[in-house]
């Protein structure tokens, strides 16, 4: 079983942000199922996380409810991040959530980039801040980038660019390309220790207490 988790930034209700990431996700179940692969659907609106998240930005320590989401986007085998723009600008608030993100957490995982806006002039966005930040995560971000304008909704491009998108991260949940990339160059990556990433060295059994830094931390000598 697959499970596919959209990062939504929508502030409205409804929101457009959160229409396209989940039309994009209608469309990969549906690729998903024709190539017998069963998937499940989850979301984490960051909205109502506002305020949990600035906190944790200044204290380090997350609210029960940022933790529950941070941990879905972690168990997830797919993201589909989707944002609004503002003055040719990603959403601050969206951003806010992935900088408390583990910087293990999206390592290998198949993102689909999506971004809405009010105004074409902002297409850009997606490809230049949303790639280079996904990118600095270390996550498996595909070719194809889904941006909507209010005259897009109707276009018949809009739904090819969407099925694209979706055909993409179908293909490669499917094959599990991402689990081949993380276990075989895992053990080069800096990890959190104690920290959310799945695959992240998260108990003391993966430290070396006798070195001599950790003698030194404890009070004693180092050799």
Known sequence: MRNVVIISGGTSRPSTTR?????????????LRELDVPATLGAVEVAPLAVDVARMSVSGVPSAELQAAIEQVAAADAVIA????????LSGLFKSFVDVLD??????????LAATAGSSRHALV????????FAYMRALTLPTSVF????????????????RAATELAVVVAGRIEQG????????YQ??????????????????FDSPLMRLAAGGRAE
């Open 103 to 112: 910087n293990d957490l999206l390592i290998a995982k198949p993102v689909v």
């Open 181 to 188: 990339i993380a276990d075989r160059g895992w053990s080069g």
């Open 148 to 163: 909507a304008a209010p005259e897009d909704w109707a276009a018949v491009e809009l739904g090819e660019r969407v099925r």
């Open 82 to 89: 989707s944002a609004p723009v503002y003055k040719a600008g």
């Open 19 to 31: 229409m396209l990431a989940d039309r994009i996700a209608r469309e990969t179940l549906t690729q």
């Open 126 to 133: 997606v490809d230049e801040q949303m790639r280079s930040l």
């Open 191 to 208: 990890h959190t220790f104690a920290g959310n990433a799945t695959r992240a060295e998260q108990t003391a059994a993966g430290v070396d």
